[in-house]
């Protein structure tokens, strides 16, 4: 028998009041398939995806077979998000190298778009997590009415209410302020760390190497003559010259 979720009272936050203000560079741009006819920008919504939910994915993190189902409408942008959230790259780079709590908070802020409301709240779905794994952790998620409600089946989710008019700067994006790793792994990993080399190595393709007879290699001859230094001369006192044996005898 599976573990109810456990009650946590919503915090007020700047996500859960309406806003009124007028649409600026500095709001999100909202990605939905509701209005999307082009290849472009289907392309567009899926780069936005890979942002939100990896902040960054290399050609190995991809999922080129989501990424077709999704061009070809046999998906939702929801089911994308989710295969997402399975996908091993994200169990590799957030599940195992944090804590359940850790790994609640980041899955909050990415899917649902807003800072966990209280410990309580990350208690309540880390529980979720140890009793049905991740799985059944990310479709509460997407299955939940917060969701729903604010994105549907058709739009990728976003930081919502991250800047305000009454103020100058906004809050942090998600990817700067819960970073990737947790302390404990950022010192099992030893970063971050000062990289130093004491000498610049430049790399010349083999193409582009001076041959035999090429003028540019005298440049350097050249400056080794002119910092080569010849013997000192030594110095000898007056007092120790004989002057007997110096003079040639006649």
Not at 22 to 47: C, D, F, H, M, R
Not at 52 to 81: C, M, Y
Not at 200 to 209: G, M
Request: hydrophobic content about 30%; overall charge positive; aromatic content about 12%.
């Amino acid at each position: 028998m599976a573990i109810p979720l456990l009650q946590y009272g919503p915090k007020s936050q700047n996500a859960r009041v309406t806003g009124y203000e007028v649409g600026s560079e500095e709001q999100p741009k909202i990605y939905t398939t509701e209005n999307q006819l082009s290849p472009t920008a289907t392309g567009e919504l899926i780069e936005a995806a890979y942002r939100q939910i990896f902040f960054h994915a290399f050609k190995w993190d991809r999922e080129p077979f989501l990424e077709s189902q999704l061009r070809n409408g046999q998906i939702t942008v929801r089911d994308f998000i989710r295969g997402l959230l399975l996908s091993k790259t994200f169990r590799n780079s957030f599940y195992e190298k944090n804590s359940n709590y850790r790994f609640v908070e980041q899955c909050v802020q990415r899917v649902l778009g807003r800072d966990v409301y209280s410990e309580r709240e990350k208690i309540a779905w880390s529980i979720v997590v140890a009793t049905k794994g991740i799985k059944g952790f990310v479709d509460e998620l997407l299955n939940s009415e917060e969701y729903l409600e604010n994105f549907g089946y058709d739009t990728v989710p976003y930081q919502r209410r991250r800047i305000l008019p009454g103020r100058e700067q906004g809050e942090r994006p998600f990817n700067i302020k819960s970073p990737r790793y947790e302390d404990y792994y950022r010192g099992v990993l030893g970063f971050p760390q000062i990289v130093w080399q004491n000498e610049i190595r430049r790399f010349v393709p083999q193409e582009q190497k001076p041959k035999a007879g090429d003028p540019s290699q005298y440049l350097g001859l050249a400056r080794s003559l002119s910092s080569a230094k010849g013997s000192p001369v030594p110095r000898v006192s007056a007092m120790n010259i004989d002057i007997e044996k110096s003079v040639p005898r006649r």
